[in-house]
């Protein structure tokens, strides 16, 4: 098992504390990964994912941080949304490398809002190699809606137990009709990406990733869950503008799909295989 041990340090005044999980004596890594929490969640992650990436990685001889942000977990200071978390990331980042002799460059791994978070600061900090992103989030009103038309009301159709519940009489059908006729009003109302901008944010969230992802020069690994709407309206997203066909498609993206993960990638096997895929990805270059 990695050699793991305890950190706090500093952001705005509130202390961060996450774990470091380190290779073996002797080893002298020159990169190491930072993985960046998603969504209500803390440095475990969900199904203690970001635990055993965090000790795969180390015992592989890469090293890894996973930290909460504040106001999460055991941090200290108000909740930040994942637009607002680049003085934590850039904290993390600053004392991984003191801790880490030799250490010169980090990838930031997350997952979801995690993948994003990290995907918009990335462009910032040249100490950022790379990345690895897991469903990101490039939510929007039509955007959600689209993929809940093309995958989800497709996939109940096939789905006996939609029809057993027909059969049964236990099935709303009003409420059913209410919610798609209100997801086809959403899904049809503009563009794929173009939604309206809160006034606070002059551009839609998934313009910001791709003008940030554009700017990063770095490498970036994709990984999506074939059963989970996040990834499939990124999916839809990146497949319908050329725009993003054109940047995913350059060298320096990879992307790997599990048809039947769910969004969290809740299932050993699929952990495993998403750890594997980051190893080796990582050794790649």
Wanted: aromatic letters at 10%; proline letters at 5%.
């Amino acid at each position: 098992m990695p050699d793991e041990r305890a950190i706090a340090f500093a952001c705005r005044g509130a202390w961060l504390y996450g774990i470091l999980s380190l290779p073996a004596a002797g080893a002298t890594p020159r990169r190491g990964v930072v993985i960046v929490v998603g969504g209500p969640q803390y440095r475990a992650g969900s199904h203690r994912q970001f635990t055993l990436l965090a000790r795969d990685l180390a015992a592989a001889g890469i090293p890894a941080l996973r930290f909460d942000y504040r106001g999460m977990g055991d941090s200290e200071g108000d909740v930040q949304d994942f637009e607002n978390v680049e003085d934590d990331l850039r904290a993390a980042i600053d004392r991984f490398i003191i801790e880490v002799p030799g250490l010169s460059e980090v990838v930031l791994w997350g997952l979801c809002d995690g993948a994003s978070a990290a995907a918009m600061y990335a462009p910032q900090d040249e100490r950022v190699a790379g990345l690895v992103l897991l469903n990101p989030w490039v939510r929007t009103e039509e955007g959600a809606a689209r993929a809940t038309i093309k995958h989800y009301y497709k996939d109940r159709l096939f789905d006996p137990a939609l029809w057993k519940k027909i059969g049964s009489g236990q099935f709303d059908v009003k409420d059913s009709v209410r919610s798609l006729w209100g997801n086809v009003g959403k899904a049809f109302g503009s563009k794929p990406g173009a939604a309206v901008a809160a006034p606070d944010s002059p551009t839609p969230l998934p313009q910001r990733m791709q003008g940030a992802l554009a700017s990063f020069g770095g490498r970036v690994l994709v990984v999506l869950s074939g059963a989970d709407l996040t990834a499939q309206e990124f999916a839809d997203l990146s497949g319908s503008d050329l725009t993003w066909q054109r940047l995913l498609g350059s060298a320096r993206f990879t992307r790997r799909q599990i048809d039947k993960a769910d969004h969290t990638f809740s299932r050993r096997p699929w952990q495993d295989q998403v750890a594997a895929w980051t190893r080796d990805w990582l050794r790649s270059w």
